[in-house]
């Protein structure tokens, strides 16, 4: 159930009726288990405070009555349904708020609730090319720096404006002592403040619902040390190198420059993607195929997973098109590939027969790969919605398969004690699932490194 402020339900069909009054704020929180038997719900607290928000909005915008200001669960979160409603709520709202604490950040489904939001402002980045800030943080109990997740830590976010009372002693220290209402009034004003002027000014565009279901978490793997490092490398031409009838409008001065979704994307896709990826907890390397000498050696154990991302107008060049049929003869399992391809560029319409050929021809082992989301990545990502969202999942396959192939180090002493530890980053721990135009369908998988040595 969906509370409003004044304690009402809202459902999907209300809130498309409502289209022009989207939620300022999506409260973001752990759900704090009771104590003992009949003990008091934790979660008053929290739900207090999203009324009082909820209050300073309504005051401070032209919201009409009715229209919700913020959206809370408070409910556990399952149940049929429950999945959708926080993906429709998730791919309208205005800002997200996330309520920092050490539970907080060991919830796996907080974690998925700060990614699908942090994908859809990534994504909105991509198409204006301008910051799209939509996260406003708030301590419900303050978290030593060194224990944020890499997606937290980035955050720039001036917290002392709030009152050094609640830098010490959060939202939770301030409404639960009297002494303290002053400051816990003020916390919460300039909290409603800054919602308001960052959901006016970030104007971050509603976006096609996440499967929340499937949805990565932004804090990583639990127990992991900190970010996990990955590789992200670009084939593709730079518009001094391009062949004919190519136009320089999707290229610039080098293969990073590359933005297939142009027009309706402003922004190169390999910083999209190395937005994408740090939002996983992932520490990016990004490197270009023609220029870099550090590409992984397939004869070595891997040290980090790979992304190989693919124009198949590169192909067209045929020193680099030999160059990509040996790497992808060699047995590397833990690079993925993602070819993206503009269903709105003509010019690649004209050529898609040809140059589908051509990539076949060159990359049969990463184009027979047997799971659904890099089988269809690798024959053409339409968008760069479809883009942000089969990403995640083609990192993650890359991710198991390094851990597959990568140096084992067995504990000291001599006897196996214990599972033997993998040097290099975990996968994160979500279910692989199609997101592919309706014509395709994946082959049914039977090597379990899906791909052919």
Known sequence: ?????????????????????????????????????????????????????????????????GAPAGFMDREIRSGEGWSERLGEVLATCRVFVPLFSPRYFASEMCGKEWFAFEQRTITHQAKHNRPAEAIVPALWVPVPPEQLPGPAERLQFNHRAFGDRYVTDGLY????????????????????????????????????????????????????????????TIAAPTRHDLPPGRSPDYYGDTPHDWNPYYPDAARPLAYVAEDLIRSLNYQVRLSSFDLDTGILDAKQPPTRPEILIVDRWALKDEARRQRLAAFDSEHRPWVSVIVPWNRTDRE???????????????????????????????????????????????????????????????????????????????????????????TLSAPDAEDPDDSQP
């Not at 159930?1 to 009402?8: C, E």
């Not at 999506?26 to 929290?46: C, I, K, N």
């Not at 002053?182 to 002027?197: F, G, N």
């Open 173 to 232: 220290g301030l409404i639960k002592l009297r002494v303290f209402a002053e400051e816990y009034e003020r916390a919460v004003y300039e909290l409603a403040k800054r919602i308001v002027s960052v959901a006016d000014s970030a104007a971050v565009a509603p976006s096609r619902p996440l499967d929340y279901r499937h949805a990565p978490s932004a804090f990583g793997v639990k127990g992991s040390s900190g970010p996990r490092p990955i590789q992200v």
């Open 348 to 438: 690649s319409l004209a050529e898609e027969d040809a140059l589908t050929d051509i990539f076949a021809r060159t990359m049969p082992v990463k184009m027979g790969q047997a799971r659904a989301a890099v089988w269809a990545a690798a024959r053409g990502v339409p968008s760069m919605e479809v883009f942000s969202q089969l990403l995640p999942q083609v990192v993650e396959t890359a991710a198991q398969q390094y851990l597959r192939h990568a140096t084992v180090y067995p504990p000291a002493g001599g006897r196996h004690t214990e599972r033997p530890r993998l040097r290099g980053p975990m996968p994160n721990d979500y279910a692989i699932t199609q997101y592919a135009p309706d």
């Open 1 to 65: 159930m969906w509370h409003t402020q004044d304690g009402g339900r809202v459902t999907a069909s209300s809130l498309a009726r409502a289209a022009d009054h989207r939620p300022y704020f999506f409260l973001s929180y752990a759900h704090t288990p009771r104590y003992g038997p009949g003990g008091q719900d934790p979660d008053m607290w929290v739900e207090r405070l999203f009324r009082d928000l909820c209050g300073h909005v309504m005051a401070m915008t032209d919201l009409p009555a």
